[in-house]
């Protein structure tokens, strides 16, 4: 017998030790099964063991003979590969104390030798000082990260149990990456220095909300400390102490958000950081800095409402930049020192203007500007004297921004063009670069004096997608075999005027197709799905989350 399932059982009996080649068993409903026999640990070629409706209470003293066991699901407790969702190297043991009412989880980790990877606890303010003694987490050195959660009622855990459990819960000295989440306490745990976790090399708070200014204390900082994200702290006011080379001599990502009170960030110093590569700071509206000086950053995302710090950023090495203005007003990219730039995203509401550069952008490829609601002008910008390497430009959601479109054409190095709600564009004489790849209009404005005339021009044009479009009425069938003879994706969607492009035979060699919506238009059967637009796309796999998705960059909306 290798494998057993089945609806409920009263009791396991002792027999079930003889079953030597069970792999496999699961419980799959509630039942009165609350232990599990002696003969229950001979089952040595156990790997699977699944009760998690069953309210087990105890486990045998000779649990861990059960040496190939390597997922077990109980009641609040599971131990095994994708323990919140997360890839299989994720592996290890997740306890909600607001479940394992018995400890279970604790006597577990206490028991089995065999444990590794991530050790995760969810509403700590439920566990007994009793199970958390139970752990001896302290000399578990099969964890290489450990995750406390404390829960949304923590702040009605009592003294002595805080104080009792917090020592308990010290991790082991063998600790790469630390998540301290809604904790309690005013300052740092006791536990948390350069020497009780040597081997520390990324830490997060996330919404600790009482904990104020005492992150870190005494002369010595964390030596291999990389990553450090402080998030939702909201009473958190100062940093100075914590942000300092001593304490983090080699930190390489920084990420500071939603910390409403947070006032003092030494962002005028980082260049002492030599090997700070990435920094976000988000919605600390509160932050008194004028000036970002880190000649060794190669990422930056920035809100505007960040201090002065727009306005001074001296960045030699600095390759990316999202810039989120939700209260900024304008940019002076005369005070801007980034030589490196490759990538710059500008996205905002209160954004009226962006000044003069002053400055050449040798290195810029990738410009995106985005729900600038208020901003009429970029006049500072857009030019070709300052953009001569551009391969990318997306303008998006900027209803106010008045522009001539043949602007566009000045870039020889053009590959991708995307429009999208920017009414006021004129674009009368756009000629495109022959250089385009990628030309994607969607609502914005008239662009029937260009349709025609500008598609001429584009013999490399791989991807073209139109979306509410108005007023365009044709587009040529001789040019689909002619000139757009590269094209491999068309997309046309609710262009309303539109009534020819020439008939179903002049677009045939066109791979993917999606054209439908466009009610006025001959000679095509809508909707006309062809290619990849065909093929039923498979089920989006649910979202993974993690520490890592911090550091990533937006590229788009």
């Known amino acids: 017998m290798n494998v057993i399932v089945c609806a409920s059982l009263n009791e396991l009996p002792a027999s079930i030790g003889k079953l030597k080649h069970l792999r496999y068993l699961e419980i799959s409903r509630s039942c009165y099964v609350t232990s599990f026999p002696t003969a229950f640990c001979r089952l040595h070629n156990l790997q699977v063991l699944c009760v998690k409706k069953c309210q087990v209470e105890s486990l045998p003293s000779d649990f861990n003979r059960l040496i190939n066991l390597w997922r077990f699901e109980s009641q609040g407790f599971k131990y095994g590969p994708n323990i919140r969702g997360f890839p299989e190297e994720y592996y290890g043991v997740n306890i909600d104390a607001a479940e394992d009412k018995f400890g279970l989880g604790c006597r577990f980790i206490k028991n089995v030798k065999q444990l590794r990877g991530h050790l995760v ?15 001896n987490l302290k000399n578990k050195d099969c964890f290489d990260k450990v995750t406390l959660q404390w829960g949304k009622w923590s702040t009605k855990f009592s003294e002595e149990n805080k104080i009792e459990v917090l020592a308990d819960l010290q991790p082991p000295a063998s600790t790469k990456s630390l998540v301290l989440e809604g904790y309690p306490g005013v300052s740092r745990p006791s536990w948390f220095e350069p020497q009780s976790l040597p081997s520390l090399t990324s830490v997060s708070f996330l919404h600790c909300d009482r904990l104020r200014n005492r992150i870190l204390n005494g002369s010595t900082g964390f030596s291999s400390l990389t990553d450090l994200i402080i998030d939702g702290c909201c009473r958190l006011s100062s940093l100075k102490q914590l942000l300092h080379p001593t304490y983090l001599p080699v930190i390489k990502r920084i990420a500071l958000m939603n910390c409403r009170y947070l006032v003092s960030v030494p962002t005028e110093r980082f260049g002492d950081f030599r090997c700070l590569e990435i920094f976000k700071l988000l919605n600390c509206g509160k932050i008194n800095s004028e000036s970002l000086t880190a000649p060794s950053l190669k990422k930056l995302m920035l809100d505007g409402s960040c201090g002065n710090l727009t306005d001074n950023i001296q960045c030699c090495s600095l390759t990316n930049f999202f810039l989120t203005g939700s209260s900024l007003t304008s940019i002076q990219l005369q005070m801007w020192n980034l030589p490196a730039l490759q990538e710059l995203h500008i996205k905002g509401g209160s954004l009226t203007s962006i000044g003069q550069s002053g400055h050449v952008f040798t290195n810029l490829t990738s ?40 602007r566009f054409g000045d870039f020889s190095s053009l590959k991708d063009l995307k429009v999208s709600s920017c009414h006021k564009i004129n674009w009368a004489g756009l000629v495109l670069p022959s250089s385009l790849q990628s030309l994607h209009l969607y609502s914005c404005g008239d662009i029937s004096s260009f349709i025609t005339s500008g598609l001429e021009n584009l013999q490399s044009l791989v991807s073209l997608k139109l979306s509410w479009c108005s007023h365009i009425r044709s587009i040529p069938g001789h040019l ?18 539109l009534v020819s492009i020439g008939g179903a035979d002049d677009i045939s060699e066109i791979q993917n197709v999606w054209i439908e919506d466009c009610r006025n238009l001959k000679g095509i059967e809508q909707p006309l799905k062809r290619g990849s637009f065909f093929i039923a796309k498979k089920k989006e796999q649910p979202v993974k989350t993690s520490s890592k998705s911090v550091w990533c960059m937006p590229t788009g909306d």
């Open 480 to 497: 689909w075999s002619s000139t757009l003879s590269s094209l491999q994706e068309l997309q046309i969607h609710f262009c309303w005027d």
């Open 367 to 406: 410009l995106t500007i985005s729900w600038c609601d208020k901003l009429s002008t970029i006049d500072g910008l857009l030019e070709k004297e300052y953009l001569p390497a551009i391969e990318s430009i997306t303008f998006a959601d900027c209803m106010s921004l008045s522009m001539h479109g043949e």
């Open 121 to 135: 606890i969810n509403n700590v303010y439920k566990l007994s000082k009793y199970h958390s003694a139970d752990a």
